[in-house]
């Protein structure tokens, strides 16, 4: 029985299915099948944007974004789909924090539901930082779908790591 590290806490009968649908090579179009379209966010401008006007919706009162950009250096296979980071600089004389997102650029070719999950949940750090109750709530409030998105995420992910996934159609 072969692990799936990214369905790792779920269910055994919900892994046999995908492992069964990955026997078939067919995990990955299950996947695209119920998420065809992909987003049209390109650029890290595109994605700041993107990233502000889910941030004005949901967290107007939360620290304001230095930088938000997709990061190739992030290892998605390893665990890191995306970045929240607190930057200290030194202005003259004085300490400047900044908050930084980077969201690892295999979201690029993404269907949107996968994009708009992974900024949810970075956002939703801004608050809360740990992977609490409150945490998840929070995402619920920004996302309904929140679970389920993550649970398909997860799905497309072992599908890319094991067989050939075509992004989505623009």
Do not use: W
């Not at 892994?15 to 992909?38: D, H, I, N």
């Not at 401008?45 to 230095?66: C, I, M, N, T």
């Not at 398909?152 to 992910?157: G, N, S």
Request: net charge positive; aromatic share 8%.
């Amino acid at each position: 029985m072969q692990p799936l590290k990214y369905l790792a806490g779920y269910p055994e009968h919900l892994q046999q299915r995908a492992r069964e649908l990955l026997a078939q090579g067919a995990l990955g179009q299950a996947v695209r099948r119920r998420y065809p379209q992909a987003h049209a966010v390109r650029s890290d401008r595109q994605l700041y944007d993107y990233v502000q006007a889910l941030k004005e919706r949901h967290l107007r009162q939360s620290v304001p974004l230095g930088k938000v950009l997709y990061d190739g250096k992030l290892q998605v296979l390893k665990h890191a789909l995306g970045l929240h980071t607190a930057v200290s600089r030194n202005h003259g004389g004085r300490l400047k924090a900044s908050r930084e997102i980077r969201i690892a650029s295999v979201f690029r070719d993404t269907p949107a539901e996968f994009l708009r999950m992974i900024v949810v949940h970075e956002l939703a750090h801004l608050k809360e930082a740990e992977h609490n109750k409150a945490f998840y709530q929070l995402c619920l409030h920004m996302e309904p779908d929140y679970h389920q998105l993550e649970f398909d995420l997860r799905l497309y992910l072992t599908a890319l790591e094991q067989e050939t996934v075509r992004p989505p159609d623009p």
